[in-house]
């Protein structure tokens, strides 16, 4: 298929918001295509170029691709910039530029999107020195042969934005109805693969029973099991009757597989950061037994005391002089699940699971089985919870002994009870430089939660406290990549982290398109374990509000 004709079909369902719309008219698309074409295309219309657990990346940022655009054209970075204030969106500005450019061959190669793929491979392989002047070069090319139409979705691709309101459960609900299987069934290959590329390709060639064959695998990582929000003890009690309490660690979540001579961890994103934690991969190694996949949290534990979960992050970030911070930050992993040994084992209950768990993990400095117990006692609840918070964690996991591993649910059978009170995760979309001794920082930057039927998202305040000199200076390292344009003093961001804030209370507010603004709101931390689509939701905000007013 031509790069043209997916360009185009974009462009068709661009407008359309009705969901059922664009699942009839993805489906329609996507039914004949052959296995390449099918695949590349459900990964391209989400945005997505490789799922996130695979190593590769392409690797090409924004001020990169502004090179390669003033190549083609001609057009400096200050004139693009002030087109994509014009236009909003650097996919548009692609679109216009390539329109407005002089020719310099006659006969364009018409591009395939096997094609694209192919460089988009290329690209991604190339690392070290000299490997930004060869992307350049690449997409120079790739640019050079683009109509003004490619251009727009080629850009798009690149950025991670198709801004087509397409996410994974509408292309999850296209595959369903092209093929004629059940939704709930690509769903769980889904959370087992965690390829949509692939889950399609099964689903044409094999159909139901082609699905219902996919089995948990060694070294492809599974979606995460999740948790609600408990009110109370009681509820916990009420929903489960015996209820398996452990410590709510504050960490991050890993998991971990281990087989076949090979140790893979993915973070909670199911991004590989086996590299970052060389010592976690030696003990695992020694202390568990082969042919495993674990689920626990790792933190970080100086003195006895865990340090705050930034540096968790910190060292999920590294990639180089990692054994410098195995020193400065060491870190611990608490195993609380096991999803596969020799086979799957997330249909067994949890309490079964742990007997297996248990049986797997010699417990060594750094690797621990996380404590549990099983429990219908309020007080004995309160005890384990008081327990962990005075250890320097969070609060309590209040999980249902007898329920399966169900990847990728947020349900009741895992409850979670904090001890402070709920903060938002909300999507940093802008910022502005400080003044003075700040003015090369970022130190101010603007939040959004996500409209969960436009997928849009909505204002609701700027956070400029709770930031620590070095929390800004790292920041400004992370954001200055991701500065789509200024504007003065105030930056625009590709929409990429997420904040965790705190703030004493949320105002409905004409100020934000959201409707509501916080009021004193606190940074907490950046959350790069999670992802835009875990960030809190427009409705999210409105039932906070209302839970507050319900409170006052
Ligand atoms: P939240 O990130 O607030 O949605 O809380 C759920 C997260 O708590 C999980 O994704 C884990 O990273 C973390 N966690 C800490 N301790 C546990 C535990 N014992 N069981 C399950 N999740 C845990």
New binding site residues.
């Given amino acids: 298929m031509l790069f043209k004709e997916f360009a185009e079909f974009c462009e068709s369902i661009e407008g359309i918001s009705s969901t059922l719309e664009l699942i009839a008219r993805i489906s329609n698309f996507i039914k004949d295509l052959e296995d390449l074409d099918l695949y590349n295309v459900v990964l391209f219309i989400m945005g997505k170029i490789y799922p996130p657990w695979e190593e590769r990346e392409l690797g090409v940022g924004i001020g990169l691709l502004y090179e390669v655009l003033e190549n083609v054209s001609g057009v400096k970075r200050e004139k693009i910039e002030d087109m994509i204030r014009e236009l909003g969106d650097l996919g548009l500005v692609s679109e216009k530029i390539i329109a407005g450019r002089v020719m310099l061959t006659l006969e364009a190669e018409e591009l395939s999107i096997r094609r694209v793929r192919e460089i988009f491979d290329e690209v991604s392989s190339l690392v070290g020195e000299g490997s930004r002047k060869r992307k350049i070069l690449l997409l120079t090319g790739l640019y050079g042969n683009s109509s003004p139409i490619e251009a727009k979705y080629l850009t798009r691709l690149i950025m991670n934005e198709m801004r087509l309101g397409v996410g994974e459960g509408i292309v999850r609900d296209a595959i369903a109805k092209a093929f004629d299987v059940d939704e709930e069934l690509v769903e769980r290959a889904y959370m087992i693969t965690n390829d949509l590329g692939r889950v399609a390709v099964i689903a044409k060639n094999s159909g139901k029973g082609g699905l219902e064959g996919i089995r948990i695998e060694l070294h492809t990582p599974v979606r ?1 099991m ?2 609600q929000v408990a009110e109370s003890f009681e509820e916990a009690i009420e929903e489960m009757g015996e209820v398996a309490v ?4 504050d960490g ?2 890993v998991q971990i597989h281990h087989g076949n001579g090979e140790i893979k961890v993915y973070s ?1 994103r199911l991004e590989n950061v086996t590299n970052a934690l060389p010592e976690i991969v030696e003990e695992i190694k020694k202390f568990v037994r082969e042919g495993v996949i674990l689920d626990g ?1 790792v933190i970080a534990v100086k003195d006895g005391k865990p340090m705050p979960f930034q540096h968790v992050l910190r060292r999920f970030r590294r990639k180089h002089g990692v054994s410098k911070m195995v020193e400065k930050i060491p870190l611990q992993f608490h195993a ?1 699940d096991i999803l596969y040994m020799n086979g799957e084992l997330i249909d067994k209950p949890l309490i079964e699971r742990r007997r297996i768990l248990e049986s797997t993990i010699s417990e060594s400095e750094r690797i621990k089985i ?1 404590k549990q117990v099983i429990t219908k006692d309020k007080e004995e609840i309160e005890r384990v919870f008081n327990e962990a918070i005075t250890a320097g964690h969070e609060g309590v ?1 209040l999980k249902n002994p007898r329920s399966p591993y169900i990847p990728g649910k947020r349900g009741k059978n ?1 409850l ?1 009870l904090k001890s402070v009170m709920e903060t938002l995760d909300l999507v940093v979309v802008g910022g502005e430089w400080g003044e003075g001794k700040r003015s090369h920082l970022l130190s101010s930057y603007e939040l959004a939660c996500v409209d969960e039927t436009s997928g849009k998202l909505l204002k609701v305040g700027k956070v400029a406290t709770g930031f620590t000199d070095e929390d800004l200076e790292e920041l400004t390292e992370i954001f200055k990549q991701t500065i789509v344009f200024h504007e003065g003093k105030r930056v625009e961001f590709q929409p990429r982290y997420i904040f965790e804030i705190a703030y004493q209370e949320i105002q409905k507010s004409p100020k934000y398109e959201s409707g509501y603004a916080l009021r004193f709101p606190r940074f907490i931390r950046i959350r790069e374990d999670k992802d835009l689509s875990e960030a809190d939701t427009l409705s999210r905000v409105e039932e906070l509000y209302l839970m507050q007013s319900k409170k006052a």
Avoid: D, I, V, Y
């Fill in positions: 995460m999740l948790a452990e410590w709510k660690f991050s979540r909670r949290e609380f996380a996991m895992w979670k």
